[in-house]
């Protein structure tokens, strides 16, 4: 048996590396604060070496922004809402709603520029499922993104649409053994 490998030149019109398609992930759970496992997955990811953007967009509480993120390491960049609060409730005021409405379109922009190679949508639905953000818009963004961008969204009663576009869906639930 004979094999042969042709690796391609530099001079080549074939590109050199081929880049993976990205995957859609739902992380749902019955409650709140399951956001571990999540954090865990993009730490890793950026410490090999990939860009990561974490996007909460209900909490609130630290004037933070996205012009204002926190960078984990080199690769992770951490925003939250310019929120005085956490949001628990679809009643927010004019500012609250304001910001909330500029960090989806931050969010959008910087997706569809290619910057990052994941990206965590925190508590996506339940801000979808208080009418804060339009399920529509969430799904065209989804089909839009970079081919190689991966997307993870997190929350409690996710959506059936975005259930039907996850490349893979991860339920967490409480075990009820002693």
């Keep these: 048996m004979v094999s042969q490998v042709e690796a391609p030149s530099l ?87 304001d910001a909330l409405k500029g960090l989806w379109l931050y969010t959008q922009e910087v997706v569809l520029s290619g910057k990052y190679d994941l990206v965590v949508l925190d508590e996506l639905s339940l801000a979808i499922n208080f009418g804060l953000l339009s399920e529509t818009e969430v799904l065209a963004f989804l089909s839009q993104r970079p081919r190689h961008v991966d997307i993870i969204l997190t929350g409690p009663e996710m959506p059936r649409s975005l259930l039907d576009v996850a490349d893979q869906i991860t339920e967490l639930r409480r075990s009820h053994q002693p």
């Excluded at 730490?43 to 960078?71: E, S, T």
């Design 11 to 97: 001079t080549s019109t074939q590109p050199l590396t081929h880049r993976i398609e990205g995957l859609v992930q739902v992380f749902t759970c019955p409650h709140r604060s399951f956001f571990t496992n999540v954090m865990a997955q993009a730490l890793r990811i950026a410490g090999q070496g990939a860009p990561v953007l974490v996007v909460q967009f209900l909490k609130g509480g630290i004037a933070q922004g996205y012009d204002h993120p926190v960078q984990l390491g080199q690769n992770l960049d951490w925003v939250r809402c310019n929120l005085p609060r956490c949001i628990d409730t679809p009643l927010l005021d004019e500012e609250e709603a």
